[in-house]
């Protein structure tokens, strides 16, 4: 059963860092993107990070120069490093990749990040 499980997660003060971390099953065939999404309260979720299969990356203006996506394939896992971090960084953070085999995404159960000021 593919799955994805996030951990890392958690209360930091304003200017502090974390680091995300998203295992795959590695039972997902054919991944182009691997991504990192949040969600905050009364908000859409959107997206923060993502990196193709080719090594292309592309972040979230709000976080350009202090977030970091990274991809681990032997050990099929995709970070993000979260320098800076601000209080409007706040959310759920989930990660996702996607199959072109199967044509959908798959995401994690999501991990909460606050900032506090």
């Known amino acids: 059963q593919e799955q994805l499980v996030e951990s890392g997660g958690g209360l930091v003060q304003a200017g502090g860092s974390l680091r995300l971390s998203c295992t795959g099953s590695?039972?997902?065939?054919?991944?182009?993107?691997r991504g990192w999404y949040r969600q905050a309260p009364g908000k859409q979720r959107e997206l923060v990070a993502a990196?193709?299969?080719?090594?292309?990356?592309n972040y979230n203006d709000s976080v350009k120069g202090r977030f970091t996506i990274s991809v681990d394939n032997a050990k099929n896992t995709v970070a993000l490093q979260m320098n800076s971090l601000k209080p409007e960084d706040t959310g759920i953070y989930y990660c996702?990749?996607?199959?072109?085999?199967?044509?959908?995404?798959?995401w994690g159960q999501g991990t909460q990040v606050t900032v506090s000021s």
């Open positions: 996702a990749v996607y199959s072109s085999k199967w044509g959908r995404y798959y």
């Open positions: 590695g039972s997902i065939p054919s991944i182009v993107h």
């Open positions: 990196l193709t299969s080719v090594g292309t990356t």
